[in-house]
């Protein structure tokens, strides 16, 4: 049967599994802002499309905004949840944790 080593029960590992999940929910946050403007507002006809700043609205609100918003979302993210740490290990004798 499979153990799963003791260090990934270490802090880092624990920090480094959420800011995973954090990433994944950023992507499908963004996948789900393009796909709702993009195929719902561009799913009509091409001569039914309404323009914001001369881009179709669909392009608009999937392309343009949901970047702008990505961009702020990620800022948010970095500078205030994920966490600055150490990539060594925290027992670390001098020799990168490993034992001669």
């Not at 003791?6 to 802002?33: C, D, P, Q, S, Y």
């Not at 609100?61 to 970095?78: Q, Y």
Request: aromatic share 20%; charged share 20%; glycine share 8%.
């Amino acid at each position: 049967m499979y153990r799963i080593p003791e260090r990934t029960t270490e802090r880092r590992f624990k920090i480094a599994h959420r800011e995973a999940w954090i990433g994944v929910i950023l992507a499908l946050v963004n996948i789900l802002w393009w796909y709702g403007f993009a195929y719902t507002m561009g799913s009509k006809a091409p001569e039914e499309y309404t323009y914001v700043f001369g881009f179709p609205a669909w392009f608009f609100w999937s392309c343009i905004v949901g970047f702008i918003v990505m961009v702020i979302l990620v800022f948010i993210v970095v500078k205030f949840v994920l966490v600055d740490m150490s990539l060594e290990d925290e027992d670390d004798t001098g020799n990168g944790g490993h034992s001669s």
